[in-house]
């Protein structure tokens, strides 16, 4: 079978073309793949602002299928199923992909498949590894979200924990603005913490101690905004820092964030007594989160599996896991809906 997948669930317009067999385990192969970032659109407001991102998506959907149609070297009528990210996201967003994924439906006579954005960002997991990834303890860490979740199998997620305030991306980007790094500001804040002191300051960790399975953020960029500005104050915008204290700023900002997300994944692991840990999502990316992450599972013998680099970031490629729906024959009426906040619910199955 040969699947278009689009993705617009953020600020990403994306596509892809996968193949795979219609039956059994085979590897899935990637036709073509095409990302258009809206980045520059973003950076001067510091993060995503819905309205544009739906309009640009608007824009950009067209063209973007239209190149990946002509990257994968095969016609639209080969196609046996177009699917599409339809929850959770940006409703404007995730309107744009939607009607695009039906409006070719109607017009090519073709099945519509659902994608589950954050179901997807573990089975990027999948694409690399040769052996099943299920069951396993999915961890989602992106912007928007910063998720566990027990998955029995690719399509069928319980929610474990989660953030009660900020996604660990978007700690990242608040943080980075604070810094007066650039947006997007995960890889920024990364890239100067290489060059601080982790141990300058010392951050709180919520949750560490406790068995719940919950992240919070929120504390820890107060924390951050009163080391800039000095404690109880908040104007931060009118301090000037040197070089080396955004360095160790950003390197005990990062040391915190992933000792949170290191320890609550393998509490996960312990409480659900599962083997396997897949991670996904843009903070995935990270690199001592990578590192710590690794070192930890080795000493706890738990199997971790992380998203390629380029599969860590929103993507149409991890769309593929609609193969899994088109094989267990879950197609959709072109009344699908888009969902934008269903984090915790199963999805529809
Ligand atoms: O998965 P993604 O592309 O979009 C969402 O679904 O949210 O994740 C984007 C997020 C941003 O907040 C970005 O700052 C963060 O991932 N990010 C990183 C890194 N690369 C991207 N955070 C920390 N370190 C990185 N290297
Ligand atoms: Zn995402």
């Known amino acids: ?25 085979s590897e899935i192969g990637v036709l073509a793949s095409v990302v258009a970032s809206q980045t520059e659109l973003h950076v001067e407001f510091k993060g995503v602002v819905p309205e544009i991102a739906a309009r640009a998506h608007v824009e950009r959907i067209l063209p973007v299928i239209q190149r990946v149609v002509e990257e ?29 994924a039906k409006s070719l439906c109607l017009g090519l006579d073709k099945p519509l498949l659902a994608v589950n954005h954050l179901q997807a960002h573990i089975y990027a997991c999948q694409l690399e590894s040769q052996e099943s990834i299920y069951p396993c303890v999915g ?10 979740y027990r998955f029995r199998d690719a399509l069928d997620a319980e929610y474990l924990g989660g953030t009660i305030d900020d996604a660990a991306g978007e700690a990242f980007d608040k943080v980075a603005t604070m810094l007066g790094l650039p947006y997007p ?14 141990t300058a300051w010392s951050f709180p960790r ?6 719940r399975l919950d992240f919070s953020f929120s504390g820890l960029k107060t924390a951050v905004r009163y080391a800039i500005a000095g404690p109880g104050k908040t104007d931060f915008a009118s301090v000037t820092l ?28 312990r409480q659900t007594g599962l083997k396997q840990l897949c991670v996904g999502g843009g903070v995935a990316a990270n690199r001592r989160f990578r590192g710590q992450l ?3 599972c080795k000493e706890a013998n ?13 993507n149409a490629v991890m769309g593929a896991i609609a193969v899994e729906r088109y094989r267990a024959g879950l197609f959709e009426s072109l009344d699908l809906d888009i969902h934008p906040g269903l984090v915790r619910v199963p999805h529809q199955r």
């Open 72 to 100: 994968s070297g095969i016609e639209l009528k080969d196609l046996d199923a177009i699917a599409v990210a339809n929850t959770p996201g940006l409703s404007g967003s995730l309107l744009v992909g939607l009607m695009a």
């Open 242 to 269: 040197d070089d080396q204290q955004v360095a160790d700023l950003a390197a005990s900002f990062q040391a915190a964030v992933v000792d949170c997300l290191v320890t609550k994944a393998l509490q996960a692991v």
């Open 139 to 148: 961890m989602i860490v992106s912007g928007g979200h910063s998720h566990l």
């Open 206 to 211: 919520s949750f560490i101690h406790e068995d």
């Open 302 to 314: 738990v199997l971790l599996h992380i998203a390629p680099s380029q599969f860590c970031t929103d």
């Open 185 to 198: 500001g995960g890889p920024e804040v990364s890239r100067v913490a290489q060059s601080g002191d982790e």
């Open 1 to 25: 079978m040969k699947i278009l997948t689009l993705e617009s669930t953020c600020d990403e317009t994306a596509a892809a073309i996968v193949e795979a067999s219609d039956t059994g385990n």
């Open 294 to 296: 690794t070192e930890a």
